[in-house]
């Protein structure tokens, strides 16, 4: 039996109102060959920021990049202390630009990122909640001047969004089918922090990436939500199992990719298929052939909230320097090699 029919025994359509956690073990994440030359990656608070990791390590293979609720590249530096009081308040200031931009430079020039000219060519779009008590305003600003400073062209390829009235969050105009009690206040958030604040960012931020696309059509989206094993990407701080939005005529390949990583306290395990199912992602990406990646982090004493390493805790017991942050960062690896996975043509070329 094909990998891919092997998943399809470990999926649901997403008119089904079971949930995907209580179906079959999680099969293998298939090889779907997808196209190399249209990904994104976009992501939400810590996912914002692992987001940013990966666009900065792996320039050359993403088109686009979309963050949501997160503060400038390498903030933490790998301090948890720095990760708390000025990437997220700004209680010891804010992060010096100069200091990350030095931070950069040394990975360049020991290989750790990628080629400044495949970074300077990305679009790149970056919303905030102008009322975010979690990350503070001030650093979604941050992280777009950063990205500036190293744009091609900056006015061209780079969008900057603030929402006065929202808070911290993933923004979303609901559709008529998202349960109350998947959506959280537009200023206040918590809760899954899915913000009803009448905004689809998700289609904001897909337009800006890849240009022109199909809206959505009504009722659900036309595709299969599946979970696949995450073991064979084993990385510290890694859920069992991630979840993949596979459009219905996806199965044959070519179709485009997104990679949409969760924030703190939004995985699976605490807030059941709440992103993965009502992000908004999945409508758009019925609409237009692309593929959806949410892959899943879970919660650990080092990492009670569930959150994408950006501050170096999966690095930190053998790295004094953590590493999180680039190419040789533990999460980024298992991340990029499930990209490489779906991207791999079925037969395996």
């Known amino acids: 039996m094909s990998a891919l029919r092997h998943l399809a025994a470990a999926c649901l359509c997403l008119g089904l109102a079971a949930p995907l956690a ?59 202390g720095l990760a708390l009081g000025q990437c997220m308040t700004t209680r010891r200031g804010m992060p010096d630009p100069a200091e990350l931009q030095d931070r950069y430079r040394g990975y360049r020039r020991r290989g750790l990122v990628g080629d400044p000219a495949a970074l300077a060519e990305l679009r790149v779009f970056v919303w905030h909640g102008a009322s975010d008590e979690t990350v503070v305003p001030s650093l979604g600003h941050a992280l777009a001047e950063q990205f500036r400073d190293w744009l091609a062209s900056p006015d061209d390829q780079l969008r900057f969004m603030e929402s006065e009235e929202a808070g911290h969050g993933w923004p979303l105009a609901a559709p008529s089918g998202t349960p109350l009690d998947a959506l959280a206040d ?16 998700a289609g904001e931020m897909l337009g800006w990436l890849h240009g022109d696309l199909a809206p959505p059509e009504p009722g659900e989206p036309r595709g299969e939500l599946v979970r696949f094993d995450q073991s064979d990407f084993d990385a510290r701080g890694l859920g069992d199992a991630g979840y993949l939005f596979i459009p219905a005529d996806c199965e044959e390949g070519g179709c485009e990719l997104t990679v949409a990583l969760h924030g703190c306290t939004m995985d699976v395990e605490q807030i059941d298929e709440a992103f993965v199912r009502h992000s908004g992602l999945n409508e758009w990406a019925a609409a237009n052939r692309r593929l959806v990646l949410y892959p899943q982090a879970e919660t650990s004493l080092p990492n009670p909230q569930g959150c994408w390493d950006w501050w170096g805790f999966a690095e930190s017991t053998w790295q004094l320097d953590p590493l999180h942050d680039s190419r040789q960062g533990s999460q980024t690896g298992a991340l990029m090699a499930m990209i490489e996975r779906l991207q791999q043509a079925p037969d395996g070329s």
């Open 22 to 80: 209580a179906q079959e073990p999680p099969a293998e994440l298939p090889s779907l060959g997808a196209d190399r030359d249209e990904v994104s990656v976009l992501g939400v608070s810590s996912g914002g920021y692992m987001a940013t990791q990966l666009a900065v390590a792996w320039p050359e293979r993403f088109a686009g990049l979309g963050v949501a609720a997160a503060g400038p590249w390498a903030c933490a530096r790998g301090s948890l």
């Open 186 to 201: 537009c200023r206040a958030g918590g809760g899954t922090h899915l913000l009803a604040c009448n905004l689809d960012i």
